[in-house]
């Protein structure tokens, strides 16, 4: 009798063990878990614009990328019968102003020069203002003096740019 007793307990253990594995097997994750399908971010918070300014026989390219205020790019200064630079934009976005410093090469020299922009109704027009020289830094001497009456460049589609930026 107490070996019925003892495997009838021991059953019970085992189904009772057995249950609540499979209640927590089979529980479901809650609905406000989601898993995505890919490692890629939903959304891109990156917002690519490029822009073109044409004067006579010279042009100027510009392509920027704002993730959230912070600003990065490239520009390319095509000119016609004078030295031409291309290179890279890293800056910030101040309102209506794009506050930039253009790292570029232009005949074997390496240079940063500050560069702001205005940006209006789509198209973003460069400020023209006295400048000092620090080391290889170009900066503007005052900025409060600037005045946006330099390139006007408009917004293009930024298909094929990286072909118009490279072409010489």
Known sequence: ????????????????????????????P???????????????????????????KDSVFVSLDDNLGTLTGKMRYKNFEKDSSHGDLMGTKNGDTLK???????????????????????????G??????????????STANLKYEGHNLKQVDCTDFEKKFTTK
């Not at 406000?32 to 300014?53: A, D, K, R």
């Not at 930039?100 to 460069?126: A, H, M, P, V, W």
């Open 100 to 126: 930039l410093t253009y790292t570029f090469e232009s005949e074997g020299s390496k240079s940063d020069r500050e560069i702001y922009f205005l940006q209006k109704e789509g198209n973003i027009i460069e």
């Open 1 to 28: 009798m107490k070996k019925s007793i003892l495997a009838t307990l021991v059953l019970l253990a085992a189904f009772s063990c057995e249950k609540k594995e499979t209640e927590i097997l089979t529980k479901t």
């Open 30 to 56: 809650p609905e406000s878990v989601v898993i995505p399908e890919t490692n890629e971010p939903i959304e891109s918070s990156t917002l690519q614009t490029c822009y073109l300014g044409a004067t006579g």
């Open 128 to 141: 023209i203002g006295a400048h000092k020289t620090e080391g290889i830094q170009d900066k503007y001497e």
